[in-house]
Every structure is written in structure tokens, then in C-alpha cells.
């Protein structure tokens, strides 16, 4: 048995890693997340993001926890998003051209509320989370991470758990502040066996942990008129401004095992260990303006996400790190900046019209990463949405609303040099198109 072959190290290291944790071995995770990818709620989807620093709902805790301020009222919102892949790779060598068509699907939800009244001085300090789920609510840590011969796309599959827990509060005069966490599990687990070169183990040891890892996300919120001339109008009145940071994040998992294969591999055995990251995110700075009409909004966003450092966290990562260490080359990423406008136009008082646009750079510098064969490529996207607002119901105090929202992703076409086991190169050109549908419900209260 060739256990000193990496290959085969790697893939019992894998399977290891999988089988104490209870995770899917065959899922496509991805160094995306619900966010960043497709936007969390429908007006986040439908406007390309451009708006969700202005967004009230309980997706600001992401996006700009200092915006939660903006409506006083009480909130509880349910929803849905689905994301349907068709990502490819021309690659004479495998079956057809469609490298991924594995969907994402979540279900959401979340709520925002009030505890100023817990205190004796009544200022409003407002608390939200919000949570997504894969697979509609089924599938709680969607990961995979392997090497690959045909390719992987960087940034699409299914994401992990999402949660951000967050609070704000006014400040001074149109001033408002945030402060949120997005939440990440780091799990480890440890697993000593004996076993037959049959597969029969005995004499079992599996001790498994997970413990969350917090990670700060902060927003600034300032509404121009308010501030700078609260008592008469001035050419400032209706603009906003957000500022938003966010530290870079990303799930863990780190496997320790020692394996005796009986009259093949004596006491102390086999010792296998794996530590991989999965769904970073980058460091993240966002700068946000909006103007308010009458009846209309627009608005737009620039961001600035630090990809580079993904290079460092791949040093310590020994599934990813192995393919760039072989080939004596490691894998790159840019620096890249984000830009998005949007806009909203109320048809009625019940009924509303969102859209938006952007252009994402790939972060991705290398076009040539044996093992790995990351793929990765410039996306425009478009979205377009419509909200319904009923403000008398039979049962409930407060109006109800409902968002639905639809994103298009166009994949840009990138060239690509893919590199197997066995060092052998192959040209690719990647490309591909995403269609994401998002609904939601939400009360007041």
C-alpha cells in the first residue's frame, strides 16, 4: 500500500476530516460567502448590493450595523434565496464543458429590536442578527476542500452557516454608529484507530470540538442635512453617507489522526494531519452615498477588498498549500476595488421598483496554480427587485412587507492553465452565468 504517496495521504486525510464532523465529502463550498456572493436579503440581491448600506433590515448587521437605527420600529423577517450555477471550463479533456452546477440555497432569518427600554435614560440602542442556513435550513456546515485536475471555481458552491449579530445606536445629530460580529466556526477533531487492511477499525478514539471565532464589522452612518443644517435647507439635505469596515474572516477545520493498520503499520501508526480554511472573507472597507426624492432613491458603493491576504492564510493551509509548494510557485491574489449603483422608485405607497450594477474584478492574479487550478474570473452583475408594502391586515398592528429580488451574474470569459497529478498542462478558458432568486417577509412590530 502506497501510504507515502501524498496523494493518498491527502485523500485519507480528507476523508478523516469529513466522516468525525458529520460533513458531506462530495459538497463544493467556496472562498465566497452569502454576502459577499449574492447579497443577503432581495433589496440586496436586487440592487447588486449597491444599496445595502442603506438597507434597514436586519441584513444591515452585515452590510452597515450603524443603519439599523433608521426605522425605530421592531422587526422580524423570514426568507429564501436560490442561487443556480452554470459555471464552465472548455476543457477538451472532460465530459462536456460544465465544471459546476451544484446551487446554493438558504433560508434566512432574522430580527431586529429595541432595548432602549431597559435602561432608565431611554436612548435607543437597537439589536439585530440574522442567520442563513444551506440547503433551506438542512445543511448547517456545507465544506470541501480538495485539490482538483479539472478545476474549481474561487468564489461559488454552497456557503457554511451565516450569522452576524450586531447593535447601533444615534449618536448626535443625524450621526448614527454600528457595531456587529460575524460569527465562524473553527472546529478540530482528534481520531486515534486501529484497523484492518480490510477497513475494520477497532479500539476507537474520536473527540470532536467546534468554537465560534467572532469578527468584527463596523458602520458610520451620516445623514448630511441633519448635521450640518438640522434648522433650515441647504443643498445637503436628503444626501447620506456610510462608512463601513470589515476584518477578514474565513471557517476552519483541523483534523489530527494516527491510524495502526494491522501487520502493515506497527504502534505508534499512521499519523495524518489536516488544517484547511473555507469561505474567507477579505478585509473590507466601504464607502456608501446616497440621495433621497420624494418618491425615488440612488445611491452607490465602492469597496475595497484586501484579497492578498488570502496568500498568508494559505501558507498554513495543507490541502491548498501542498499544490503551490509541488509546483514551486504559490498561488497570488490582487487587491480589488468593487464599484455599484443603484437606485429605488416608489410606484405607490404600497409598491416599489429596485435595480442595480456592478463590476467585480477577480481577485484571483494567478492564471496558473498546479493541483489547486483555482478559477476565478471579472463578473458583471445586474439585479432588479420589487418590494409590496400592506399596511392593513385583519390580525397584525403593523404593516407587512414583501421583497423579491433577481440577480444576474455574468462570468467573464479568462484563460486558464490547468496542471494534474502528473504535470501535464492543459489551456481552459472559464466562464459561466448565475441566476439568483431571493424572497423575504417582514414585520413590524
Avoid at 435550513?137 to 456545507?142: C, H
Wanted: net charge negative.
Amino acid at each position: 500500500m502506497a501510504f507515502s504517496s501524498r496523494f493518498r495521504t491527502r485523500a485519507v486525510s480528507l476523508a478523516i476530516a469529513a466522516a468525525p464532523l458529520g460533513l458531506p465529502f462530495s459538497v463544493h463550498a467556496s472562498m465566497g460567502n452569502l454576502g459577499t456572493t449574492y447579497g443577503v436579503m432581495p433589496v440586496d440581491v436586487a440592487t447588486a448590493q449597491s444599496l445595502s448600506m442603506f438597507n434597514d433590515q436586519v441584513s444591515a448587521t452585515y452590510y452597515n450595523p450603524a443603519y439599523l437605527t433608521k426605522d425605530e420600529r421592531g422587526e422580524l423577517t423570514a426568507g429564501i434565496l436560490h442561487a443556480e450555477q452554470e459555471l464552465r471550463s472548455a476543457n477538451p479533456n472532460a465530459n462536456g464543458d460544465v465544471l459546476s452546477s451544484s446551487p446554493s440555497q438558504h433560508v434566512l432569518i432574522g430580527m431586529k429590536t429595541n432595548l432602549g427600554s431597559l435602561t432608565r435614560f431611554k436612548h435607543p440602542i437597537y439589536l439585530g442578527f440574522i442567520a442563513g442556513v444551506e440547503k433551506y435550513g438542512k445543511e448547517m456546515l456545507a465544506f470541501d476542500s480538495q485539490t482538483t485536475e479539472n478545476g474549481q471555481f474561487l468564489q461559488y458552491g454552497k456557503e457554511p452557516l451565516f450569522l452576524n449579530i450586531g447593535g447601533a445606536t444615534p449618536i448626535w445629530r443625524g450621526i448614527s454608529a454600528g457595531v456587529s460580529v460575524r460569527v465562524t466556526l473553527d472546529a478540530t477533531a482528534n481520531l486515534d484507530a486501529v484497523s484492518t487492511l480490510g477497513g475494520e477499525t477497532s479500539r476507537e478514539r474520536l473527540s470532536v470540538s467546534a468554537e465560534p471565532s467572532l469578527k468584527t464589522i463596523l458602520g458610520t452612518t451620516i445623514d448630511l442635512g441633519n448635521t450640518f443644517c438640522p434648522e433650515s435647507d441647504c443643498f445637503l439635505q436628503h444626501w447620506e453617507t456610510a462608512v463601513t469596515y470589515r476584518t477578514k474572516s474565513s471557517a476552519s477545520t483541523t483534523v489530527d489522526s494516527n491510524i495502526i493498520v494491522t501487520q502493515t503499520i506497527p504502534d505508534p501508526g499512521l499519523s495524518l494531519a489536516v488544517s484547511t480554511i473555507d469561505s474567507f472573507q477579505p478585509e473590507t472597507f466601504g464607502l456608501g452615498v446616497q440621495y433621497s426624492g420624494d418618491r425615488w432613491r440612488a445611491g452607490g458603493s465602492i469597496e475595497q477588498q484586501n484579497w492578498s491576504e488570502l496568500e498568508q492564510e494559505f501558507t498554513g493551509d495543507t490541502i491548498k498549500n501542498q499544490g503551490s509548494v509541488v509546483a514551486g510557485s504559490r498561488i497570488q491574489f490582487d487587491d480589488i476595488l468593487i464599484p455599484r449603483i443603484g437606485a429605488e422608485y416608489a410606484l405607490n405607497k404600497n409598491f416599489s421598483l429596485r435595480a442595480g450594477l456592478a463590476y467585480e474584478e477577480s481577485p484571483l492574479k494567478s492564471t496558473h496554480n498546479p493541483e489547486i487550478n483555482y478559477l476565478d474570473t471579472d463578473k458583471i452583475v445586474v439585479g432588479l427587485g420589487l418590494s409590496a408594502t400592506y399596511n392593513r391586515t385583519r390580525l397584525l398592528a403593523h404593516p407587512v412587507r414583501l421583497d423579491v429580488g433577481y440577480q444576474y451574474q455574468q462570468l467573464q470569459e479568462r484563460d486558464f492553465t490547468l496542471v494534474d497529478h502528473d504535470g501535464n498542462e492543459t489551456d481552459v478558458t472559464a466562464d459561466g452565468d448565475v441566476h439568483v432568486i431571493s424572497g423575504s417577509i417582514t414585520l413590524k412590530f
